[in-house]
C-alpha cells in the first residue's frame, strides 16, 4: 500500500510527551558524536591543505598545483558518499536504525586514523597520494551512512513537536566538530611551531578523530531501537523489497524536490562556513591570526544560532523560519563580500554565523518527506547526491570564481540559497507523519 502523506503530526509509538527526557538527550548527544567526527575531518583536511599538498605530492610540482591536487582528492571523498550511504541506509531501513547507528561512525573513523598514520611522499613516492585517496574514498563511503542515520535516529526517538530544537542540538555537534578542530589545529601551531607541526604535528588532528570516532562507536552499543522501527517490526510493517526502488517507484516527487533542497547545505556549508577564510587570506591577504579569530567567532555564534533556529521551527514551522532564515543568508552574503574589512570581519563573520542555521534547519523537510519505512534511504540518497555533487567541488569551483570576480562568491552560494526557499513550501504541502503508517 502506498504511505499517505499526512498534514498532522503524529508522535513517535509510546513517546507521547512534548519534552526532552534523559534518554532523548542521551540520544542526542549519542548523535551528534558522529556529525562532530565528520564535520571535525572535514575542517581538518581543508585547514590543513597547505601542509599535506607539501607532503603528498614532490616539492618540483608549483604550490598552487599541490593544493589543488589535495582538494581534488579531498573532493573524491564525496563521490563514494551517495553509494555507501545508500548501502547503509537500505540495511537501516530493514534491520535496524540502531545496527547502522554504530556501524557507519566506525567505518568513518577507521580512515580517519589511516590518514594521520599513511608514511609521506619522500619515503613512499606516488603511494603516498593514492594511499591517502584511498583513505579519502572510504571515508566518504561511511560518511554518507552517518548524517542520515542521525537525522532519523534522533527524529524517531523524540517526540515530534520538539524535532526543531533536536535538530538544532545535533547541528551543534555539527559546528563543535568546526570548533574543536581549528582549536586543535591552532593549539599544535601554537606549542609546536610551525616546521615542527609540518614534520610531525599534521598527523596529531587525524589521529585523535580516529581515536574519537573508535570511542563513539563503542558508546553508541547502549542506546536503544527507535520506537518507530520496533513498531514496524512488530507489525511486520517493513519495506518490501529494495527501499531504494520502492523510493522512486512511489515517492518520486518528493525525491526530485528533496534533491533540488539538498543543494543548499552542499553548496552553503564549505562555501559559505569555510571558504571566506581562505579567501580573505590569499586572494586579500589578510593577516592569518585576524581571520582565525573572526572565524571563531562564526563558529561561536553557529552554537547559540543552531538551537535559536530550532526553537523557532517548533514555534512557527519550518516553512516560514527556513525562507526567511535563507532571504537573510543571501543579503548578508552580498554585504559581506561589498563592505567586509579588517577592522569588521567579526561583525560580517558573527552575521553568517547567525545565518547558517538555516543549513541545519533543513533536517526537518528531509525527515518530514519520507515515510518511516524508507525514511533512511530516501534521506541519504538525496542528501549524499548533493553532497558528492555540490559538497566536493564548491571549494574548487569558489577557488575558479575567485580568480575573475569577487562577485561570483555570493552569487553561487545565494543561487542555492534560492533554490531552497522555491522547493521548501512545496515539501511542506506533501510532508508526512514521523511515526509509522502503512506499509511501504
Same mark, same amino acid.
Given at each position: 500500500?502506498?504511505?499517505?502523506?499526512?498534514?498532522?503530526?503524529?508522535?513517535?509509538?509510546?513517546?507521547?510527551?512534548?519534552?526532552?527526557?534523559?534518554?532523548?538527550?542521551?540520544?542526542?548527544?549519542?548523535?551528534?558524536?558522529?556529525?562532530?567526527?565528520?564535520?571535525?575531518?572535514?575542517?581538518?583536511?581543508?585547514?590543513?591543505?597547505?601542509?599535506?599538498?607539501?607532503?603528498?605530492?614532490?616539492?618540483?610540482?608549483?604550490?598552487?598545483?599541490?593544493?589543488?591536487?589535495?582538494?581534488?582528492?579531498?573532493?573524491?571523498?564525496?563521490? +563514494?558518499?551517495?553509494?555507501? /550511504?545508500?548501502? #547503509? @541506509? %537500505?540495511?537501516?531501513?530493514?534491520?535496524?536504525?540502531?545496527? =547502522?547507528? !554504530?556501524?557507519?561512525?566506525?567505518?568513518?573513523?577507521?580512515?580517519?586514523?589511516?590518514?594521520?598514520?599513511?608514511?609521506?611522499?619522500?619515503?613512499?613516492?606516488?603511494?603516498?597520494?593514492?594511499?591517502?585517496l584511498a583513505c579519502r574514498l572510504l571515508q566518504g563511503a561511511a560518511l554518507g551512512g552517518e548524517l542520515p542515520t542521525?537525522?532519523?535516529?534522533?527524529?524517531?526517538?523524540?517526540?515530534?513537536?520538539?524535532?526543531?530544537?533536536?535538530?538544532?542540538?545535533?547541528? +551543534?555537534?555539527?559546528?563543535? /566538530?568546526?570548533? #574543536? @578542530? %581549528?582549536?586543535?589545529?591552532?593549539?599544535?601551531?601554537?606549542? =609546536?611551531? !610551525?616546521?615542527?607541526?609540518?614534520?610531525?604535528?599534521?598527523?596529531?588532528?587525524?589521529?585523535?578523530?580516529?581515536?574519537?570516532?573508535?570511542?563513539?562507536?563503542?558508546?553508541?552499543?547502549?542506546?536503544?531501537?527507535?520506537?518507530?522501527?520496533?513498531?514496524?517490526?512488530?507489525?511486520?510493517?517493513?519495506?518490501?523489497?529494495?527501499?531504494?526502488?520502492?523510493?522512486?517507484?512511489?515517492?518520486?516527487?518528493?525525491?526530485?524536490?528533496?534533491?533540488?533542497?539538498?543543494?543548499?547545505?552542499?553548496?552553503?556549508v564549505p562555501g559559505v562556513h569555510l571558504f571566506p577564510a581562505i579567501y580573505l587570506q590569499t586572494s586579500l591577504h589578510?593577516?592569518?591570526?585576524?581571520?582565525?579569530?573572526?572565524?571563531?567567532?562564526?563558529?561561536?555564534?553557529?552554537?547559540?544560532?543552531?538551537?535559536?533556529?530550532?526553537?523557532?521551527?517548533?514555534?512557527?514551522?519550518?516553512?516560514?523560519?527556513?525562507?526567511?532564515?535563507?532571504?537573510?543568508?543571501?543579503?548578508?552574503?552580498?554585504?559581506?563580500?561589498?563592505?567586509?574589512?579588517?577592522?569588521?570581519?567579526?561583525?560580517?563573520?558573527?552575521?553568517?554565523?547567525?545565518?547558517?542555521?538555516?543549513?541545519?534547519?533543513?533536517?526537518?523537510?528531509?525527515?518530514?518527506?519520507?515515510?518511516?519505512?524508507?525514511?533512511?534511504?530516501?534521506?541519504?540518497?538525496?542528501?549524499?547526491?548533493?553532497?558528492?555533487?555540490?559538497?566536493?567541488?564548491?571549494?574548487?569551483?569558489?577557488?575558479?570564481?575567485?580568480?575573475?570576480?569577487?562577485?561570483?562568491?555570493?552569487?553561487?552560494?545565494?543561487?542555492?540559497?534560492?533554490?531552497?526557499?522555491?522547493?521548501?513550501?512545496?515539501?511542506?504541502?506533501?510532508?508526512?507523519?514521523?511515526?509509522?503508517?502503512?506499509?511501504?
Amino acid at each position: 500500500m502506498h504511505v499517505k502523506a499526512s498534514t498532522t503530526t503524529t508522535e513517535a509509538p509510546g513517546d507521547k510527551s512534548e519534552t526532552l527526557s534523559l534518554e532523548h538527550f542521551k540520544v542526542l548527544a549519542l548523535a551528534s558524536m558522529g556529525g562532530l567526527l565528520e564535520y571535525y575531518e572535514f575542517t581538518v583536511f581543508i585547514f590543513l591543505t597547505p601542509f599535506t599538498s607539501r607532503l603528498f605530492f614532490p616539492a618540483s610540482s608549483p604550490e598552487w598545483l599541490r593544493e589543488l591536487e589535495t582538494l581534488t582528492i579531498f573532493a573524491s571523498g564525496y563521490l +563514494t558518499r551517495p553509494l555507501g /550511504g545508500i548501502w #547503509l @541506509a %537500505s540495511l537501516g531501513d530493514k534491520l535496524g536504525r540502531k545496527k =547502522m547507528f !554504530a556501524v557507519s561512525v566506525l567505518l568513518m573513523a577507521a580512515p580517519t586514523l589511516g590518514v594521520g598514520l599513511l608514511p609521506v611522499y619522500a619515503q613512499i613516492g606516488v603511494c603516498a597520494p593514492l594511499g591517502l585517496l584511498a583513505c579519502r574514498l572510504l571515508q566518504g563511503a561511511a560518511l554518507g551512512g552517518e548524517l542520515p542515520t542521525a537525522m532519523v535516529f534522533v527524529s524517531e526517538h523524540v517526540p515530534e513537536r520538539r524535532l526543531g530544537l533536536a535538530f538544532g542540538v545535533l547541528g +551543534t555537534g555539527v559546528v563543535l /566538530g568546526f570548533v #574543536l @578542530a %581549528s582549536g586543535v589545529i591552532t593549539m599544535l601551531l601554537h606549542h =609546536m611551531g !610551525a616546521e615542527a607541526f609540518q614534520m610531525r604535528g599534521w598527523r596529531v588532528p587525524f589521529i585523535l578523530g580516529g581515536a574519537f570516532g573508535l570511542v563513539s562507536a563503542f558508546l553508541r552499543r547502549y542506546v536503544s531501537e527507535t520506537p518507530v522501527f520496533r513498531d514496524l517490526s512488530a507489525r511486520r510493517h517493513l519495506v518490501r523489497g529494495t527501499p531504494f526502488r520502492q523510493l522512486f517507484k512511489r515517492y518520486k516527487a518528493e525525491t526530485i524536490l528533496c534533491l533540488l533542497l539538498s543543494i543548499a547545505p552542499g553548496v552553503i556549508v564549505p562555501g559559505v562556513h569555510l571558504f571566506p577564510a581562505i579567501y580573505l587570506q590569499t586572494s586579500l591577504h589578510y593577516n592569518a591570526r585576524i581571520v582565525n579569530d573572526a572565524l571563531f567567532w562564526l563558529q561561536v555564534t553557529m552554537l547559540f544560532s543552531g538551537i535559536i533556529g530550532g526553537l523557532a521551527v517548533d514555534l512557527l514551522g519550518w516553512r516560514s523560519v527556513i525562507v526567511t532564515t535563507f532571504l537573510a543568508l543571501i543579503l548578508t552574503l552580498f554585504g559581506f563580500y561589498r563592505f567586509v574589512t579588517p577592522d569588521n570581519l567579526h561583525l560580517w563573520f558573527c552575521a553568517l554565523g547567525l545565518f547558517l542555521s538555516g543549513s541545519i534547519m533543513l533536517y526537518n523537510p528531509l525527515v518530514a518527506s519520507f515515510p518511516a519505512q524508507v525514511r533512511m534511504t530516501g534521506i541519504a540518497s538525496v542528501y549524499n547526491v548533493g553532497a558528492a555533487v555540490f559538497g566536493g567541488t564548491t571549494p574548487v569551483v569558489m577557488q575558479i570564481l575567485a580568480r575573475y570576480s569577487k562577485w561570483g562568491l555570493p552569487l553561487y552560494p545565494a543561487a542555492a540559497a534560492t533554490i531552497a526557499i522555491v522547493v521548501t513550501p512545496f515539501l511542506w504541502k506533501m510532508r508526512k507523519p514521523v511515526g509509522p503508517d502503512e506499509a511501504a
